[in-house]
C-alpha cells in the first residue's frame, strides 16, 4: 500500500484544514488508518485513527473535539478534518495503515506510513 497525503498549509489560529490520504491498490478497506504528527524537535504522536469500516475512532486528547477523523473507502482515502488550529498543531503530519489487531495509538503497529503534509498554524 502507497499512501500519499496533502492538504497541509499555512492557517491562522483559529482556522481550519482539511487534510486527505489517498492510498493505492484494492484492499484499502482492509486496513484501519491513523495520522500521527511530528514537530521540529519533538517525538512523533498519535492524533487519531480509524477502523476498517469506520465504526470506531480514536483521538489524542489535546484533539478531541476539535479533529474529526473519517474514511471513504470506495476512494480510498482517509480525512481529518482539523478545527480550531492552535500553533501547538504545527507540525508535519502523516497517515499510516494497519492491518486488523494491536494498538491503534502506537506509530509501531502501523505498516505502512505516506511522506506527511506540513501544517503551519500562525499565532
Known amino acids: 500500500v502507497q499512501l500519499q497525503a496533502s492538504g497541509g498549509g499555512l492557517v491562522q489560529a483559529g482556522g481550519s484544514l482539511r487534510l486527505s490520504c489517498v492510498a493505492s491498490?484494492?484492499?484499502?478497506?482492509?486496513?484501519?488508518m491513523g495520522w500521527f504528527r511530528q514537530a521540529p524537535g519533538k517525538e512523533r504522536e498519535f492524533v487519531a485513527a480509524?477502523?476498517?469500516?469506520?465504526?470506531?475512532?480514536y483521538y489524542a486528547d489535546s484533539v478531541k473535539g476539535r479533529f474529526t477523523i473519517s474514511r471513504d473507502n470506495a476512494k480510498n482515502t482517509v480525512y481529518l478534518r482539523m478545527n480550531s488550529l492552535k500553533p501547538e498543531d504545527t507540525a508535519v503530519y502523516h497517515c499510516?495503515?494497519?492491518?486488523?489487531?494491536?494498538?491503534?495509538?502506537?506509530?509501531?503497529?502501523?505498516?505502512?506510513w505516506g511522506q506527511g503534509t506540513q501544517v503551519t498554524v500562525s499565532s
Open positions: 499510516a495503515a494497519k492491518t486488523s489487531g494491536g494498538s491503534y495509538y502506537y506509530g509501531n503497529e502501523y505498516d505502512y
Open positions: 480509524i477502523s476498517w469500516n469506520g465504526v470506531r475512532t
Open positions: 491498490g484494492r484492499s484499502f478497506s482492509r486496513y484501519a
